[in-house]
Protein backbone atom coordinates (compact mmCIF):
# COMPACT_ATOMS: atom_id res chain seq x y z
CA UNK A 1 0.00 0.00 0.00
CA UNK A 2 2.22 2.46 1.29
CA UNK A 3 5.35 0.95 -0.26
CA UNK A 4 3.42 0.69 -3.54
CA UNK A 5 2.19 4.58 -3.49
CA UNK A 6 6.09 5.67 -2.96
CA UNK A 7 7.41 3.25 -5.71
CA UNK A 8 4.85 4.09 -7.73
CA UNK A 9 7.48 6.47 -10.06
CA UNK A 10 11.23 5.80 -10.15
CA UNK A 11 13.58 8.38 -9.20
CA UNK A 12 14.22 9.03 -12.97
CA UNK A 13 10.65 9.87 -13.24
CA UNK A 14 10.70 12.25 -10.60
CA UNK A 15 13.49 13.95 -12.31
CA UNK A 16 11.96 14.16 -15.36
CA UNK A 17 8.49 15.52 -13.73
CA UNK A 18 10.83 18.18 -11.74
CA UNK A 19 12.14 19.16 -15.64
CA UNK A 20 8.69 19.21 -17.21
CA UNK A 21 7.86 21.88 -13.94
CA UNK A 22 11.13 24.22 -14.48
CA UNK A 23 9.73 23.54 -18.48
CA UNK A 24 6.30 25.08 -17.36
CA UNK A 25 7.10 27.52 -14.92
CA UNK A 26 10.46 29.08 -15.55
CA UNK A 27 11.83 28.10 -12.29
CA UNK A 28 11.80 24.81 -9.48
CA UNK A 29 10.48 26.96 -6.68
CA UNK A 30 8.16 23.82 -5.95
CA UNK A 31 5.79 23.39 -3.62
CA UNK A 32 5.73 20.51 -1.22
CA UNK A 33 1.73 20.77 -0.07
CA UNK A 34 -0.14 17.29 -1.10
CA UNK A 35 0.98 14.34 -1.84
CA UNK A 36 3.03 12.64 -5.22
CA UNK A 37 5.22 14.71 -6.52
CA UNK A 38 5.06 17.74 -3.83
CA UNK A 39 5.76 15.29 -1.07
CA UNK A 40 8.59 13.61 -3.16
CA UNK A 41 10.28 16.92 -3.16
CA UNK A 42 9.55 17.73 0.64
CA UNK A 43 11.42 14.53 1.05
CA UNK A 44 14.16 14.72 -0.76
CA UNK A 45 14.81 18.57 0.75
CA UNK A 46 14.14 16.67 4.00
CA UNK A 47 16.76 14.02 3.25
CA UNK A 48 19.58 16.26 2.21
CA UNK A 49 19.19 18.44 5.46
CA UNK A 50 19.56 14.88 7.45
CA UNK A 51 22.60 13.69 5.13
CA UNK A 52 20.31 10.84 4.18
CA UNK A 53 20.32 11.16 0.92
CA UNK A 54 23.19 9.53 -1.42
CA UNK A 55 25.72 11.16 -3.23
CA UNK A 56 24.41 10.11 -6.58
CA UNK A 57 21.18 11.41 -6.21
CA UNK A 58 22.17 14.75 -5.31
CA UNK A 59 24.29 14.96 -7.90
CA UNK A 60 21.34 14.12 -10.65
CA UNK A 61 19.28 16.69 -8.81
CA UNK A 62 21.92 19.42 -8.31
CA UNK A 63 22.41 18.79 -12.55
CA UNK A 64 19.15 19.86 -13.13
CA UNK A 65 18.98 22.79 -10.53
CA UNK A 66 16.76 21.51 -8.30
CA UNK A 67 15.83 24.19 -5.89
CA UNK A 68 16.83 23.11 -2.29
CA UNK A 69 15.02 25.59 -0.77
CA UNK A 70 12.60 27.85 -1.24
CA UNK A 71 13.47 31.38 -1.67
CA UNK A 72 12.08 34.03 0.42
CA UNK A 73 8.66 35.35 0.37
CA UNK A 74 9.21 38.89 -1.37
CA UNK A 75 8.78 41.25 -4.50
CA UNK A 76 12.16 39.52 -5.93
CA UNK A 77 10.56 36.16 -5.80
CA UNK A 78 7.49 37.35 -7.04
CA UNK A 79 9.34 38.66 -9.69
CA UNK A 80 10.71 35.54 -10.81
CA UNK A 81 7.52 33.43 -10.34
CA UNK A 82 5.75 35.93 -12.82
CA UNK A 83 8.63 35.89 -15.88
CA UNK A 84 8.43 31.77 -14.92
CA UNK A 85 4.74 31.86 -15.70
CA UNK A 86 5.26 34.24 -19.40
CA UNK A 87 7.84 31.54 -19.98
CA UNK A 88 5.88 28.93 -19.51
CA UNK A 89 3.36 30.33 -21.78
CA UNK A 90 5.99 31.06 -24.56
CA UNK A 91 6.80 27.33 -23.86
CA UNK A 92 3.67 26.34 -24.88
CA UNK A 93 3.64 29.39 -28.02
CA UNK A 94 6.87 27.72 -29.01
CA UNK A 95 5.60 24.17 -29.37
CA UNK A 96 2.47 24.90 -31.03
CA UNK A 97 3.86 27.51 -33.29
CA UNK A 98 7.57 25.98 -34.05
CA UNK A 99 8.85 29.70 -33.18
CA UNK A 100 8.73 32.19 -30.61
CA UNK A 101 9.21 35.44 -32.35
CA UNK A 102 6.06 36.97 -31.41
CA UNK A 103 4.53 39.99 -33.60
CA UNK A 104 2.02 41.66 -32.01
CA UNK A 105 -0.75 38.90 -30.88
CA UNK A 106 -1.37 36.89 -28.16
CA UNK A 107 -0.54 40.60 -27.11
CA UNK A 108 0.35 40.22 -23.10
CA UNK A 109 3.14 37.55 -24.32
CA UNK A 110 4.57 40.16 -27.34
CA UNK A 111 4.50 42.60 -24.98
CA UNK A 112 6.85 40.61 -22.42
CA UNK A 113 9.09 39.00 -25.45
CA UNK A 114 9.62 43.11 -26.22
CA UNK A 115 10.38 43.39 -22.47
CA UNK A 116 12.96 40.82 -22.83
CA UNK A 117 14.79 42.66 -25.59
CA UNK A 118 14.94 45.53 -23.97
CA UNK A 119 16.33 44.10 -21.06
CA UNK A 120 19.19 42.35 -22.80
CA UNK A 121 19.90 45.94 -25.18
CA UNK A 122 20.29 47.78 -21.86
CA UNK A 123 22.12 44.80 -19.94
CA UNK A 124 19.85 44.20 -17.60
CA UNK A 125 19.74 40.71 -19.24
CA UNK A 126 22.88 38.99 -19.17
CA UNK A 127 24.15 36.09 -21.48
CA UNK A 128 25.18 34.16 -17.95
CA UNK A 129 21.30 34.99 -16.57
CA UNK A 130 19.71 31.95 -16.43
CA UNK A 131 17.03 33.64 -17.93
CA UNK A 132 18.90 34.32 -20.80
CA UNK A 133 19.85 30.56 -21.26
CA UNK A 134 15.94 29.56 -21.20
CA UNK A 135 15.34 31.51 -23.83
CA UNK A 136 18.29 31.39 -25.94
CA UNK A 137 17.58 27.00 -25.59
CA UNK A 138 13.83 28.27 -27.32
CA UNK A 139 15.54 30.01 -30.12
CA UNK A 140 14.04 33.34 -28.70
CA UNK A 141 14.96 36.03 -31.18
CA UNK A 142 17.18 38.88 -28.92
CA UNK A 143 17.62 40.88 -31.69
CA UNK A 144 14.29 41.09 -33.29
CA UNK A 145 16.55 39.06 -36.95
CA UNK A 146 15.16 35.71 -36.51
CA UNK A 147 14.17 33.97 -39.41
CA UNK A 148 10.19 34.28 -38.93
CA UNK A 149 11.08 37.76 -39.55
CA UNK A 150 10.16 40.10 -36.40
CA UNK A 151 10.27 43.85 -37.53
CA UNK A 152 13.67 45.32 -38.08
CA UNK A 153 14.41 48.84 -37.62
CA UNK A 154 16.03 50.80 -40.18
CA UNK A 155 19.94 50.21 -38.94
CA UNK A 156 19.43 46.36 -38.35
CA UNK A 157 17.75 46.13 -42.06
CA UNK A 158 20.92 48.30 -43.54
CA UNK A 159 23.41 46.35 -41.63
CA UNK A 160 22.16 42.87 -43.11
CA UNK A 161 22.41 44.69 -46.75
CA UNK A 162 26.05 45.39 -46.25
CA UNK A 163 26.14 42.06 -44.64
CA UNK A 164 24.48 40.31 -47.34
CA UNK A 165 26.79 42.74 -50.17
CA UNK A 166 30.02 41.55 -48.05
CA UNK A 167 29.22 37.86 -48.55
CA UNK A 168 28.53 38.64 -52.18
CA UNK A 169 31.62 39.95 -52.99
CA UNK A 170 33.42 37.02 -50.41
CA UNK A 171 31.93 34.47 -52.61
CA UNK A 172 32.33 35.92 -56.49
CA UNK A 173 36.43 36.33 -54.96
CA UNK A 174 36.12 32.65 -54.31
CA UNK A 175 34.59 31.79 -57.30
CA UNK A 176 37.32 33.89 -58.99
CA UNK A 177 39.89 31.16 -57.49
CA UNK A 178 38.08 28.38 -57.71
CA UNK A 179 38.38 28.60 -61.56
CA UNK A 180 41.86 30.05 -61.26
CA UNK A 181 42.65 26.45 -59.32
CA UNK A 182 40.52 24.56 -62.03
CA UNK A 183 42.40 25.93 -64.99
CA UNK A 184 46.02 25.06 -63.19
CA UNK A 185 44.97 21.89 -62.19
CA UNK A 186 43.74 21.29 -66.05
CA UNK A 187 47.39 22.21 -67.41
CA UNK A 188 48.96 20.10 -65.01
CA UNK A 189 47.52 17.64 -66.29
CA UNK A 190 47.55 18.20 -69.58
CA UNK A 191 51.41 18.26 -69.44
CA UNK A 192 51.55 15.03 -67.15
CA UNK A 193 49.79 13.02 -70.07
CA UNK A 194 52.38 14.54 -72.23
CA UNK A 195 55.00 12.97 -70.29
CA UNK A 196 53.87 10.08 -69.78
CA UNK A 197 53.18 9.86 -73.37
CA UNK A 198 56.96 10.19 -74.46
Sequence with gaps: SKTRTMSKFSFEQRIEQCREFEEENGHMFINTAGKGFGKWVWDMRNNKKKGTLGKAKRAQLDAIGFCWELPPKGAKTDALIAWGKKYGLLVKYQQEMGHCNIRNMPRELA????????????????????????LNKLGFGFFGDTKEGLDDDESTTTNKRQRLAELEEE????????????????????????????
Design 171 to 198: NQRLHKKIKKLEAHISVLKDDGEGCCNV
Design 111 to 134: AWSKEQREDFAAGHLKKSDDRYSK
